[in-house]
């Protein structure tokens, strides 16, 4: 019903950018998608979410870091990541709630010190 791919981790050190992307398949309409991170041993975290009009949120960990957009025509959703920090590490998923939680397969983000 509803597929998600991600792209675009890898390694940087501390201080350089990334930028994530995730391509939604899905049969309904999408309103919310957002970034999730999960770091070995801690719980998964919100990052960002942007509505299908545009409002957004962050943590406060990354705000002023991180800008979340979308595609709409494309249903895709973007995370640009600068200035990241060795704390940023973590596997990255990409969400859509539609009756419930769909996640994408995780893209591993590492920064280096």
């Known amino acids: 019903q509803v597929q998600l791919v991600e792209s675009g981790g890898g390694l940087v050190q501390a201080g350089g950018s990334l930028r994530l992307s995730c391509v939604a398949r899905?049969?309904?309409?999408?309103?919310?998608m957002g970034w999730y991170r999960q770091a070995p041993g801690k719980v998964r975290e919100l990052v960002a979410t942007?509505?299908?009009?545009?409002?957004?949120n962050y943590a406060d960990s990354v705000k002023g870091r991180f800008t979340i957009s979308r595609d709409n025509a494309k249903n895709t959703v973007y995370l640009q990541m600068n200035s990241l920090k060795p704390e940023d590490t973590a596997v990255y998923y990409c969400?859509?709630?539609?009756?419930?939680?769909?996640w994408g397969q995780g893209t591993q983000v590492t920064v280096s010190s």
């Open positions: 899905s049969m309904f309409s999408i309103n919310a």
């Open positions: 969400n859509v709630n539609i009756i419930r939680p769909y």
């Open positions: 942007i509505t299908s009009g545009g409002s957004t």
